[in-house]
């Protein structure tokens, strides 16, 4: 069970991210008109304000969440990534100020009637939308990878089928991201099925992906293979030739696959006990459950 500290700050963040990501629909409706976007600007500025100290509370309480299983370098791997999070945050509460100050909309009551008289242009709407979305893409991303190290904190492991959580996986909403094709290929059925805490595996084969991916493999192809230990070993890279016919083929979202996220996944790899093997060139990555 997570501490009542870290829950209520990974909560008061889920909830700040939430709001970002209504204002990003809001801005992209044609129901919503000029004066509605103004009016709304003030209330958003405060939240995505109050968004930047809920991620440093969160951070500080991660730390204290890790500080009992004394695992610094966890605690490092998720505050690196929600650190980004929250200068990514303060940019877009600097520039809704910005925004709602040159709409006139300083606050309430007549300062908020005259925004709603001028509302907001259609170049300057076209900017924000973008801008708050890329500011909700980069907090859904952080917080997912936060959350994947929060869960080493409380693993539970139990029979899996590597298949089915690719499959659940590919049904996940994929909104504003990029989807990739996945083939997937099992010479052993028995492969397939591991034991492990589903939160972690399904956040490492997502990771691992995105890590080949970034380094330019464009179709990655996953392998299943049963060792004479029994221990079963997926490997993800670029298609072998000799490797015959791909036995699933599934679009799956395309998480980030940079730095930060390689040292969650190499975190959260350790604490589950799954052992986890990047190719020099960053191309390949092996797991070993």
Same mark, same amino acid.
């Given at each position: 069970?997570?501490?009542?500290?870290?829950?209520?700050?990974?909560?008061?963040?889920?909830?700040?991210?939430?709001?970002?990501?209504?204002?990003?629909?809001?801005?992209?409706?044609?129901?919503?008109?000029?004066?509605?976007?103004?009016?709304?600007?003030?209330?958003?500025?405060?939240?995505?304000?109050?968004?930047?100290?809920?991620? +440093?509370?969160?951070? /500080?309480? %991660?730390?204290?969440?890790?500080?009992?299983?004394?695992?610094?370098?966890?605690?490092?791997? /998720?505050? =690196? #990534?929600?650190?980004?999070?929250?200068?990514?945050?303060?940019?877009?509460? &600097? +520039?809704? @100020?910005?925004? *709602?100050?040159?709409?006139?909309?300083?606050?309430?009551?007549?300062? +908020?009637?005259?925004?709603?008289?001028?509302?907001?242009?259609?170049?300057?709407?076209?900017?924000?939308?973008? @801008?708050?979305?890329?500011?909700?893409?980069?907090?859904?991303?952080?917080?997912?990878?936060?959350?994947?190290?929060?869960?080493?904190?409380?693993?539970?492991?139990?029979?899996?089928?590597? #298949?089915? %959580?690719?499959?659940?996986?590919?049904? =996940?909403?994929? &909104?504003?991201? !990029?989807?990739?094709?996945?083939?997937?290929? @099992?010479?052993? @059925?028995?492969?397939? &099925?591991?034991?492990?805490?589903?939160?972690?595996?399904?956040?490492?084969?997502?990771? /691992?992906?995105?890590?080949?991916?970034?380094?330019?493999?464009?179709?990655?192809?996953?392998?299943?293979?049963?060792? !004479?230990?029994?221990?079963?070993? %997926?490997?993800?890279?670029?298609?072998? !030739?000799?490797?015959? $016919?791909?036995?699933?083929?599934?679009?799956?979202?395309?998480?980030?696959?940079?730095?930060? $996220?390689?040292?969650?996944?190499?975190?959260?790899?350790?604490? $589950?006990?799954?052992?986890?093997?990047? *190719? $020099?060139?960053?191309?390949?990555?092996?797991?070993?459950?």
């Amino acid at each position: 069970m997570l501490g009542e500290r870290l829950a209520a700050a990974l909560g008061a963040a889920r909830d700040g991210a939430a709001g970002i990501e209504s204002f990003a629909h809001l801005l992209g409706s044609r129901r919503v008109g000029p004066r509605g976007v103004a009016l709304a600007l003030p209330e958003v500025c405060e939240g995505s304000a109050t968004l930047v100290a809920a991620l +440093e509370s969160l951070s /500080a309480a %991660v730390r204290d969440g890790f500080a009992e299983p004394a695992d610094p370098a966890a605690a490092d791997a /998720a505050c =690196a #990534v929600l650190g980004h999070a929250g200068v990514e945050a303060a940019r877009l509460t &600097e +520039e809704l @100020s910005r925004a *709602a100050a040159g709409g006139g909309a300083r606050g309430r009551g007549r300062g +908020e009637r005259g925004a709603a008289e001028r509302g907001v242009d259609a170049r300057q709407r076209l900017a924000l939308e973008a @801008s708050v979305r890329r500011t909700a893409r980069e907090l859904s991303g952080a917080l997912r990878l936060s959350e994947l190290v929060i869960a080493t904190l409380d693993l539970r492991p139990t029979p899996l089928d590597l #298949v089915d %959580v690719l499959r659940n996986w590919s049904a =996940a909403p994929a &909104e504003g991201r !990029p989807v990739v094709r996945l083939m997937i290929v @099992s010479q052993d @059925s028995r492969a397939n &099925e591991v034991e492990g805490d589903v939160r972690a595996v399904s956040g490492l084969l997502e990771l /691992a992906v995105g890590m080949v991916s970034a380094a330019g493999v464009a179709g990655p192809h996953l392998s299943v293979s049963r060792r !004479p230990d029994g221990r079963s070993t %997926v490997r993800i890279a670029e298609r072998d !030739p000799r490797g015959g $016919a791909s036995a699933v083929a599934l679009d799956v979202v395309l998480r980030d696959g940079g730095e930060r $996220a390689a040292a969650v996944a190499r975190v959260v790899a350790r604490r $589950a006990r799954i052992e986890l093997a990047e *190719a $020099a060139d960053g191309r390949a990555v092996t797991m070993t459950f």
